[in-house]
C-alpha cells in the first residue's frame, strides 16, 4: 500500500479569494438576460458545479443543455476577466504548498470550477509542478456534496482517501470530504464563518495557521 499522505485543495477561496469575483461574474451573466442573483442565493450554492447553479438560479424556465453550457461559459469567461485583472490569491498558500510538497505529501486539486480557471489560477500561483492531480468540474458528473470529486483526486494520486485531508471553504465541500472517508479542514475565508464550517474536523481563519504536521494530526486522528 502506498504510504505516502495526501491533501486535496479546493481552489476557489482556498488557494485564491475568489468569493466576489464569482458573485460579480454571475452578475454579469445574468445582467444580460435581465436577472440577477443576490449574495444570499450565491452563498447557498457555492461548492457546486456551474451547472448545477443555473439550474437552479433558473427554475422558471426549461433551458437545454446547450443554453446551460453557453450561460456557464459566458459566466465563467467574466470570472476570467475578473481574476485577470487583480489575482486574488489567498495569503500563505505558496508558503503551505510548498511546505507539504517539501514534508512528502502528494497534493492535488479537487475543485468544481472549469478547467480554463484552474490553469489560470495555477498559472499565477507558479506552482503546477508541485500538483500531481488536478480535477475539475469537467472531469466529475456530480457536483459537491457528492464525494466524487475528491474520490477522483485521491485515485489518480494513488492514495487511499483515509490518508487525504481536504481543505474547504464551503459547507458543500466538508460534507463532501467526509463523505469520501477524509480529514477535512475547513478555511473561513470570504463569505465564510467559523460556524459554517464547524463540520470540519479542524478550522482556521488563514491557511498560515497551517503545516504539514497539523495536516499528520488531522490523518492519525481520523485513522485512530
Known amino acids: 500500500m502506498n504510504s505516502q499522505l495526501g491533501a486535496i485543495f479546493d481552489m476557489d477561496g482556498v488557494l485564491v479569494d475568489s468569493y466576489r469575483a464569482h458573485l460579480a461574474s454571475w452578475n454579469v451573466m445574468l445582467a444580460e438576460h435581465g436577472r440577477a442573483v443576490s449574495e444570499a442565493e450565491f452563498a447557498a450554492t457555492f461548492g457546486r458545479t456551474s451547472r448545477e447553479i443555473i439550474a437552479a438560479i433558473r427554475p422558471d424556465r426549461r433551458l437545454s443543455d446547450g443554453q446551460i453550457a453557453a450561460l456557464d461559459a459566458r459566466k465563467e469567461e467574466a470570472f476570467r476577466e475578473i481574476i485577470a485583472r487583480e489575482f486574488p490569491v489567498m495569503p500563505g498558500a505558496a508558503e503551505l504548498l510548498r511546505a507539504l510538497d517539501g514534508d512528502g505529501f502528494a ?18 500561483l507558479g506552482l503546477r509542478r508541485l500538483f500531481g492531480a488536478v480535477v475539475t468540474g469537467r472531469d466529475v458528473t456530480r457536483g459537491k456534496p457528492d464525494p466524487q470529486v475528491f474520490l477522483l483526486a485521491a485515485e489518480r494520486l494513488g492514495i487511499p482517501p483515509a490518508r487525504c485531508v481536504v481543505v474547504e471553504d464551503a459547507p458543500l465541500g466538508i460534507a463532501a470530504a467526509k463523505a469520501a472517508g477524509m480529514a477535512s479542514l475547513g478555511v473561513a475565508s470570504t463569505g465564510r464563518t467559523r460556524q459554517m464550517l464547524a463540520a470540519a474536523d479542524l478550522v482556521v481563519d488563514s491557511l498560515g495557521e497551517l503545516s504539514p504536521q497539523v495536516f499528520r494530526q488531522l490523518i492519525g486522528q481520523r485513522s485512530g
Open 107 to 124: 497534493l492535488a486539486i479537487g475543485s468544481s470550477g472549469p478547467p480554463e480557471n484552474v490553469q489560470l489560477v495555477l498559472d499565477r
